[in-house]
Structure formats: structure tokens, C-alpha cells
Nanobody
Framework: QVQLVESGGGLVQAGGSLRLSCAAS????????MGWFRRAPGKERDIVAAIDWTGFTTRYADSAKGRFAISRDNAKNMVYLQMNMLKPEDTAVYYC?????????????????WGQGTQVTVSE
């Protein structure tokens, strides 16, 4: 089992920044690829970014490229999502997920563990 707890969400104006954090506990963290997903009201859950176990390979949704950055600290069992130039359409609940593989995926159903989510609201 892997437990994931997200933090760092909140209310921010358009153009602002937020840094989401995800604390992982349980099994050996560096055996897991990690991802950030989001679910906007009335929409499906979508990938935002993913990272392999080393932290060297990252992948992004088109909507996140150039604005968001995923990173991880295996020594601290943490994964982060730095979000810059936020837009109202980024408003969503953001979820951290762990995949029992060292290779990341952009597909939600390939992840095995999920956090409870943290709300991000971007105002005009």
C-alpha cells in the first residue's frame, strides 16, 4: 500500500503561481512512477504531468507544457507540481497518483494509488 496526501492548493488570481506537494508513505517510493491529474467540474479526470522513478523523464499534457513542472525528491518521498501562469481553466481538483512501475504513464487507469485531492481555484 502507498498512501498519498496532497497539499498546496488554494485560490489564486489568473497569472499567479501555486506549488502542489504530494507526500507518499508506505512502500519504497522510488519503485513508483508518479503523476498529477485533475478533474474540473463536470469533466473527466485528465492527466497533467507524469514523472518516472528517477525524476529525469517527465511528460506533460499539452495544456501544461511551458507552464507547469513536475519534480520529485526520492529522499523525502515527495512529488511536486509547480504551476505558473495559471488560468481560470486550470480550476480543478488536483490528484497525486502512484504507479507500481518505474515508467510513467499518461493514462489514469494505469495508476494504482490515489490521494484525496486538493482544490485549485483560479479567478479572473
Amino acid at each position: 500500500q502507498v498512501q498519498l496526501v496532497e497539499s498546496g492548493g488554494g485560490l489564486v488570481q489568473a497569472g499567479g503561481s501555486l506549488r502542489l506537494s504530494c507526500a507518499a508513505s508506505g512502500r519504497t517510493f522510488n519503485n513508483y512512477a508518479m503523476g498529477w491529474f485533475r478533474r474540473a467540474p463536470g469533466k473527466e479526470r485528465d492527466i497533467v504531468a507524469a514523472i518516472d522513478w528517477t525524476g529525469f523523464t517527465t511528460r506533460y499534457a499539452d495544456s501544461a507544457k511551458g507552464r507547469f513542472a513536475i519534480s520529485r525528491d526520492n529522499a523525502k518521498n515527495m512529488v511536486y507540481l509547480q504551476m505558473n501562469m495559471l488560468k481560470p481553466e486550470d480550476t480543478a481538483v488536483y490528484y497525486c497518483a502512484a504507479r507500481a512501475s518505474r515508467i510513467s504513464s499518461l493514462t489514469a487507469n494505469e495508476y494504482d494509488y490515489w490521494g484525496q485531492g486538493t482544490q485549485v481555484t483560479v479567478s479572473e
